[in-house]
């Protein structure tokens, strides 16, 4: 690894928030999307609220306006009837009628061309036309029947306004002026009309509104009754007399503003109204919502273009940087990632490295004392069979040192998954409670024992001595955690797993679980409690092999193991092992013996370790076989070659030169089929390669009795 590779993963890797960066610019987005909606929202109310202030106050203009142009043509038309009366005086029908063409031309200078002035007729008693300023002389006619007539009759000396009507002599749209004369007496002399023209008035109004479609001017009678609009309306309609204008008219408010939806067109309009002067009239501006309503849309959506153009160059900008944040955050998780995966896998090799030196380290030295230890055993037996010759208790005192150094070697195996395995079908419900004692006289006077087993336990496929060790392991281990005593549970139930977290395949498994109410462990000591020589017990008290053990021994079946403990309340560790199921054509096993045991003859014997090819051919040849000692299988195999024949080829599997044991084994089976041969190793290596041979195995140090069963030599 390079320097600037080393510092890099050495260092501890920065922290960096990604979250809060990303909610930082979600904030900035979202402020940038309702701050701006806010604004625009307020803005667009009080520009609303503005316009139509604007619109009251330009329709508040217009009706004054139009109102003191209303007053100067009816002031006009006051002054025209005041000096018409004056005129006539007291006459009657019959004066009038006599002075017709006097009356005529002052009528005419009283006219005096005034646009707003269509004509002006003098009407007697009856309504009969007597002068006008239409016609020489006036034609026949009465109006005696209509409304302004009666209502003048009525309402003298006051002027009445009539309704529209198209004049009878002028054939234009007018309404008049009606004064009723009266008497010294106060008797009726008959009327004066002014009739004006409705165009005078419609022409003015426009050019007040300057054409404007959307503004209207009006002008009402206090009843209600239209007499001049612009525009006017489709049809000539006439307005409601149930509107709100129509109420404040009949109120006789002198002004106001009204809004209204009108029941001609449907459309709602803003409403000034003026009444004119002392008149029984009102003038009346108006202006459509709807197009104050359009100029504001207009308005704001240019303004709303104008205030998206820089939200959208910011929210781009908000989304840019979100889209690169996504991206920073997956690279950096990445590195993070690789860098982690890095660090994790220099500390595995490193693991790995220390695992593997310490696994070769404790195989080899297994596999040295194990042929010290063959040497001894065969020594031991061989006193054995000569009765000992006095020397019975010292054997017996190697004998059992043996075994001891048997069962360490056996333990230093497992851990370094080298052990030879001697698996066989385990009916834990008969074998738990025979290990039962020994379990119990290894937990000591102060710790209580129990074994539960569930009812129809599957059988497991295992090495029971191998089992036993586990148990034993962890029952020393509950011991030294209970020194006060305590209780040691041993429960055993079929379970099947589905989905679990042991890493074990779905399936069917015994489970057995070990449980003490001792002191219990840290989650810290529990994750490191299988690793290999680890131990927090004092110095010289522990090897840190049991656990390992353990977790061997329960993988080495198929199977795993698992620790649960909590500080002060005990510790459980749980075996799952997996449910063994006897197949009805099964083959022998592999590492059976051979069904047929090898007559007295010659025997092959292949052990590069002189020490225990001595100890071993001295046990055969007590068998009554002759024995030939090979240090290689490249010289057995000479040999063989050569055309010797033997009753049994015995070899060790681990030997110098080109070929091992196993390959002897391969040669022979295809060279001489009906060759019987038996491997014997301290080693599990490349033993499912034996097995499937079908050649029989012997685990290093055996004892003479799977000697014995290999061989039976004549005396």
Same mark, same amino acid.
């Given at each position: ?22 909610? !930082? ?21 009080? $520009? ?8 009251? $106050? ?21 002054? !025209? ?11 009657? $029908? ?8 006097? #009356? ?37 006619? @009465? ?17 009445? +306004? ?56 009006? #002008? ?13 309306? /489709? ?9 709100? +204008? ?33 008149? /029984? ?24 273009? #104008? ?18 944040? *996504? ?13 982690? !995966? ?120 295992? *090495? ?52 003490? *109410? ?78 047929? /045991? ?35 299988? $490249? ?34 089976? @295809? ?7 038996? #491997? ?36």
């Amino acid at each position: 690894m390079h320097r600037a590779e080393r510092i890099a993963v050495d260092l501890p890797v920065p922290s960096r928030d990604f979250a809060a960066t990303r909610r !930082m610019l979600l904030i900035v987005l979202a402020v940038s999307i309702l701050f701006p909606l806010a604004c625009l929202t307020g803005y667009g109310y009080f $520009d609303y609220q503005r316009r139509i202030t604007d619109a009251n $106050d330009s329709i508040e203009r217009l009706s004054r306006v139009a109102d003191e142009q209303a007053v100067k043509v009816l002031d006009l038309n006051r002054q !025209m009837g005041s000096r018409i009366i004056e005129l006539l005086g007291d006459s009657d $029908d019959a004066q009038i009628r006599a002075r017709e063409a006097e #009356l005529y031309q002052r009528l005419r200078e009283i006219d005096g061309d005034f646009p707003q002035v269509s004509s002006i007729a003098l009407l007697g008693v009856d309504g009969d036309l007597l002068v006008s300023t239409l016609a020489y002389p006036a034609p026949a006619m @009465s109006i005696a029947e209509r409304e302004d007539f009666r209502a003048a009759k009525i309402m003298r000396p006051h002027a009445y +306004f009539s309704q529209p009507m198209m004049g009878p002599l002028s054939k234009n749209n007018v309404f008049t002026t009606a004064i009723g004369r009266s008497g010294t007496n106060g008797e009726f002399l008959g009327v004066v009309t002014v009739a004006l023209r409705t165009e005078y008035f419609s022409r003015f109004y426009r050019e007040l509104t300057g054409g404007d479609p959307d503004v209207a001017l009006a #002008l009402f009678r206090q009843d209600g009754e239209m007499l001049v609009r612009y525009p006017p309306w /489709p049809g000539n309609k006439r307005p409601s007399s149930h509107s709100a +204008f129509a109420a404040a008219l009949r109120d006789k408010q002198l002004f106001g503003f009204v809004r209204q939806r009108s029941v001609i067109d449907g459309a709602e309009r803003l409403l000034a109204f003026r009444r004119v002067g002392d008149y /029984p009239l009102y003038v009346m501006s108006a202006y459509t919502v709807s197009a104050i309503a359009a100029a504001w849309r207009n308005h704001f959506v240019a303004i709303v273009l #104008l205030t998206a153009v820089p939200c959208v160059a910011i929210w781009l900008l908000v989304f840019y940087s979100l889209r690169r944040l *996504d991206a920073e955050r997956r690279a950096w998780e990445r590195w993070q990632g690789e860098v982690a !995966m890095r660090l994790s896998a220099e500390a595995s090799t490193r693991q790995l490295q220390r695992m593997g030196a310490l696994g070769n380290l404790v195989a080899n030295v297994a596999h040295d004392f194990n042929n010290l230890l063959m040497v001894v055993s065969a020594n031991v037996e061989l006193a054995r069979l000569k009765h000992y010759n006095g020397l019975q208790k010292e054997v017996q005192a190697v004998e059992r040192a043996t075994a001891s150094a048997e069962a360490l070697t056996r333990r230093l195996l497992s851990v370094a998954r080298k052990q030879p395995l001697k698996q066989e079908p385990i009916d834990l419900a008969r074998w738990l409670p025979a290990a039962a004692p020994l379990i119990d006289s290894g937990l000591g006077d102060t710790v209580e024992l129990s074994v539960n087993v569930a009812e129809n336990l599957w059988q497991v496929l295992a *090495d029971p001595t191998d089992l036993e060790f586990a148990i034993m392991n962890l029952a020393m281990n509950a011991r030294d955690a209970m020194p006060h005593g305590g209780r040691f549970v041993i429960r055993c139930q079929n379970n099947r797993l589905v989905g679990s977290d042991t890493e074990l395949p779905d399936g069917e498994y015994v489970l057995i679980a070990c449980s003490d *109410d001792g002191e219990g462990m840290t989650e810290a000591v529990a994750r490191r409690a299988f690793e290999p020589l680890f131990t927090t017990k004092l110095r010289g008290s522990g090897t840190g092999l049991g656990l390992a053990q353990v977790l061997s021994m329960c993988e080495q079946a198929g199977g795993t193991a698992k620790i649960d403990s909590v500080p002060g309340s005990g510790t459980t560790v749980r075996l799952y092992l997996p449910r063994y199921r006897a197949r009805g054509a099964e083959a022998a096993a592999t590492d059976a013996l051979p069904a047929t /045991p090898v007559s007295s003859g010659m025997v092959l014997l292949v052990e590069d370790n002189e020490d225990v090819a001595a100890g071993v051919a001295a046990v055969l040849e007590t068998f009554g076989c002759e024995v030939r000692h090979e240090p290689t299988a $490249d010289q057995a195999l000479d040999v063989l070659t050569g055309g010797a024949r033997f009753e049994l080829v015995l070899s060790d599997i681990q030997m110098p030169g080109k070929l091992n044991g196993i390959d002897l084994a391969e040669k022979v089976r @295809s060279a001489w089929p009906s060759q019987k041969i038996a #491997l014997m190793t301290g080693y599990a290596d490349e033993l499912e390669r034996a097995r499937r041979l079908g050649i029989a195995i012997l685990a290093k140090p055996f004892n003479i009795d799977e000697l014995h069963a290999l061989v039976v030599c004549a005396p």
